[in-house]
């Protein structure tokens, strides 16, 4: 998948943009690591961003986007900043026009 990054200064915008509208749904996934190799690996990868103030993003389908918030940016998004309980983890913040509910 493709991936790029946002400013953490339109992530929130961009995101509550999105809702708004009422065709996009946003759900945060709390993200976790499975041994301590990833945790390293994926420190290293979500610093890059922190030190650029970037959001990672990529796109999973032309309909989902995925953006990894760490906890450097929950009080950038307003729109989901009560949904990150766990102050200490990051998030993946799915945006999709996928239908969500069950039948």
Do not use: C
Not at 83 to 95: D, E, P
């Amino acid at each position: 998948p493709a991936k790029g990054r946002l400013r953490v200064e339109e992530f929130s915008k961009f995101l509550s943009d999105k809702v708004k509208g009422g065709r996009w749904f946003a759900v945060p996934l709390r993200f976790n690591t499975f041994s301590d190799l990833d945790a390293m690996e994926y420190k290293r990868f979500y610093k890059g961003y922190e030190g650029k103030k970037r959001i990672a993003m990529f796109a999973i389908s032309k309909e989902t986007k995925l953006f990894l918030v760490t906890p450097m940016f929950h009080k950038a998004v307003r729109h989901l900043r009560d949904s990150f309980t766990q102050k200490n983890s990051t998030y993946a913040v799915v945006l999709t026009k996928e239908n969500l509910r069950s039948t």
